[in-house]
Nanobody
Framework: QVQLVESGGGLVEAGGSLRLSCAAS????????LAWYRQAPGKQRDLVAA???????NYADSVKGRFTVSRDNAKNTVYLQMNSLKPEDTAVYYC?????????WGQGTQVTVSS
């Protein structure tokens, strides 16, 4: 089992920045992928950014150039640096981990961007 705990969400004005953190604990060996998803009210949960154990990254087109995902393997933590935030970035952001055939989710953290 892997436990994921997110932090860093909040309210920010458009154009501002936030950094989300997700700490993994438990049976954390061989976590192949750590990622961030988001879900706005009435919409599906979508991938925002992902990073593999080797450091390869993938981003949704809507956040490319504004968001950066990084991973500190020593701290078992994944980060999402969000710059130039827009009102449409408002959502609950979820941390995700894939380990072998297992998928894990955090509880989510709210990000609200005011116009």
């Amino acid at each position: 089992q892997v436990q994921l705990v997110e932090s860093g969400g909040g309210l920010v004005e458009a154009g501002g920045s936030l950094r989300l953190s997700c700490a993994a604990s438990g049976s954390i060996f061989s976590i192949a992928v750590l990622a961030w998803y988001r879900q706005a009210p009435g919409k599906q949960r979508d991938l925002v950014a992902a990073i593999t154990s080797g450091g390869s990254t993938n981003y949704a087109d809507s956040v490319k150039g504004r968001f950066t995902v990084s991973r500190d393997n020593a701290k078992n933590t994944v980060y999402l640096q969000m710059n130039s935030l827009k009102p449409e970035d408002t959502a609950v952001y979820y941390c995700y981990a894939r380990q072998s055939n297992y998928r894990y989710w955090g509880q989510g953290t709210q990000v609200t961007v005011s116009s």
